[in-house]
Antibody, heavy 122, light 110 residues
Framework: QVRLLQSGAEVRKPGASVKVSCKAS????????LTWVRQAPGQGLEWMGW????????NYEQNFRGRVTMTTDTFTTTAYLELRSLRSDDTAVYYC???????????????WGQGTLVTVSS | QSVLIQPPSASGTPGQRVTISCSGS????????VNWYQQLPGSAPKLLIY???ERPSGVPDRFSGSKSGSSASLAFSGLQSEDEADYYC???????????FGGGTKLIVL
């Protein structure tokens, strides 16, 4: 069955970086987009961007450009999210999610990882 | 404030029909499909409706989605206690060149 298994919780100081992993299994990894969504405590969902596993093309939400890098490793079927220059308001649960290649994101994000809590605190 | 506007809360009694609205603009809902997600307490979101009104395999047919112009709705035809959760609409936005989520609606089953 399809599974997205994320790495464990992280604690970082302001200004540091964090790298979260998302191990995919149960489906052909290159045939789907991997997206990242975060949720601050008690808040709603925020799309951060996505990466085409097939060709590595990325589309980052404008508020994260310059601070975020999304990559994939097709040999280990793992996606990575790196966020730099962390601030306290980056404290959130970070989710990876899978999407088929569809026009205008019409297919939705059909499988989600369990989430990774990143805490930014001095 | 989110670009897609949802009511912060909605409520109903078991068996009742309830709808949740999602209001956008021509750059998002007006031109692109809407997806809906259910988030149970302490869990990751789950895709409930995609492409305005399609249900993924395993989603009961008492959940339905619709779209008209720049607004969309999620309907529950017979509310159940296990439906108590947060619900989010989402769509592509051509101006932002990205996916946007609504602020979320907390559904309370009385």
């Amino acid at each position: 069955q399809v599974r997205l298994l994320q790495s464990g919780a992280e604690v970082r100081k302001p200004g540091a970086s964090v790298k979260v992993s998302c191990k995919a299994s149960g489906y052909p990894f290159p045939n789907y987009i991997l997206t990242w969504v975060r949720q601050a405590p008690g808040q709603g969902l925020e799309w951060m961007g996505w990466i085409s596993v097939y060709n590595g093309n990325t589309n980052y939400e404008q508020n994260f450009r310059g601070r975020v890098t999304m990559t994939t490793d097709t040999f280990t079927t793992t996606a990575y999210l790196e966020l730099r220059s962390l601030r306290s308001d980056d404290t959130a649960v970070y989710y990876c999610a899978r999407s088929p290649y569809c026009s205008g994101a019409s297919c939705g994000f059909d499988y989600w990882g369990q989430g990774t809590l990143v805490t930014v605190s001095s | 404030q989110s670009v897609l506007i949802q009511p912060p809360s909605a409520s109903g009694t078991p068996g009742q029909r309830v709808t949740i609205s999602c209001s956008g603009s021509s750059s998002n809902i007006g031109g692109f499909s809407v997806n809906w997600y259910q988030q149970l307490p302490g869990s990751a979101p789950k895709l409930l409706i995609y492409n305005n009104n399609e249900r993924p395999s395993g989603v009961p047919d008492r959940f339905s989605g619709s779209k008209s112009g720049s607004s969309a709705s999620l309907a529950f035809s017979g509310l159940q206690s296990e439906d108590e959760a947060d619900y989010y609409c989402a769509a592509w936005d051509d101006s932002l060149n990205g996916v946007i989520f609504g602020g979320g609606t907390k559904l309370i089953v009385l």
